[in-house]
């Protein structure tokens, strides 16, 4: 779940006076899960997004207005201008892309924190950077869980946000005694939903049943599921 320290963080990207759409897109898991992570440790003043910028040289050529290392906080809002090699970047494979934006962010980010003499998101974008290479960049994460007893038994209900190939989807664990039982797909969307990632408020499970509530405009919300636990199907 996301803090209400640290809202967004989004990443930028820009060629000369071209936004690269298609790598806007194709980062937002990875810009989801800087956030989540930061989010984990950051206690300071509340932040409404952290805009990290990768422009080119060419961009800085037509826009000098807009400096190298820019770092600007207004709002609750926090944005650095990092230097994209977009050159360097095109020549390597899709992990080492994933491993060098990574890092820029980071290094960006902690850039940022200095400037803003803002040591507690220093912190948390030191511990995001480590944890973030230990996940092994792995952007799933569990939205909502709940765990209870049923009888003699403890279950327990997770609903995962997964993400592949330009989507993502909502999916259900359900497990008995720590042995999953069942999987469900909920739900699918594109990259860059935000939506999607706050429209699920709660997931319980009684009277046999999980229950997963959110939002009044999900017309499918509250979605009930029953448990048959004596032969694990639904």
């Known amino acids: 779940m996301k803090s209400a320290s640290i809202e967004r963080t ?16 194709g ?31 060419a961009t800085y050529a037509l826009y ?10 207004h709002g609750g809002n926090l944005w650095f201008n990092g230097v994209f090699d977009i050159e360097a970047f095109v020549k390597m494979n899709d992990e080492e892309q994933i491993i060098y934006i990574w890092t820029e ?12 003499k803002n040591e507690e998101l220093l912190h948390a974008c030191n511990f995001a950077f480590k944890k973030g290479l230990e996940l092994k960049l792995n952007p799933d994460f569990i939205l909502l869980e709940c765990e209870t007893r049923l009888g003699s038994d403890i279950v327990k209900a997770e609903l995962w946000i997964h993400f592949f190939e330009g989507n993502m989807k909502s999916k259900l664990s359900f497990s008995k005694n720590g042995i999953i039982q069942f999987e469900r797909e909920i739900d699918k969307t594109k990259y860059g939903i935000e939506f999607f990632l706050d429209m699920y408020k709660k997931i319980e499970i009684k009277n ?14 509250p ?12």
Do not use: W
Request: charge should be positive.
């Open 105 to 116: 962010a980071c290094n960006n980010l902690r850039e940022a924190a200095i400037l803003s």
């Open 208 to 221: 046999n049943s999980i229950v997963i509530s959110g939002h009044r405009e999900v017309e499918y919300l």
């Open 27 to 57: 980062f937002f898991p990875y810009y989801n899960l800087l956030n989540r992570l930061l989010s984990e440790k950051y206690k300071g003043k509340k932040i409404k997004f952290i805009n990290i910028a990768f422009y080119t040289e």
């Open 223 to 234: 979605l009930v599921i029953p448990i048959n636990i004596g032969n694990s199907h639904m």
């Open 10 to 25: 989004l990443f930028f990207f820009k060629d000369g006076d071209q936004n690269l759409i298609e790598l806007i897109k």
């Open 64 to 73: 000098p207005n807009q400096p190298k290392h820019y770092t600007h906080y």
